[in-house]
């Protein structure tokens, strides 16, 4: 985002943030509002093994029992 906005400055930044995508450990993210959303695993842990609960479901697409988490910037 610094890259995008030529700064180091959080206005200048946040007013250029939008659109901005990474890609990391957790998959391909995307700002869009100052938000992004990310598919999220439910799974229980039991020592060092863990059984998947429920499958990512994308929140906006309407395919079943989702959890839509928002992690403002």
């Known amino acids: 985002m610094a890259g995008r906005a030529g ?3 959080p206005a200048a ?3 250029t943030a939008d659109g901005t995508t ?3 450990g957790r998959g391909t ?3 869009t509002a100052r ?3 990310q598919r999220v695993y439910l799974a229980r842990a ?3 093994d863990f059984d998947v ?3 990512p479901v994308a ?3 309407g395919r079943g029992p989702s959890v839509r988490v928002r992690m403002g910037l």
């Open 22 to 24: 990474v890609t990391g």
């Open 59 to 61: 929140a906006d697409r």
């Open 53 to 55: 609960l429920d499958a």
């Open 7 to 9: 700064s180091l400055d």
């Open 29 to 31: 993210v995307t700002v």
């Open 13 to 15: 930044m946040d007013a």
């Open 35 to 37: 938000h992004v959303d």
């Open 46 to 48: 039991g020592g060092l």
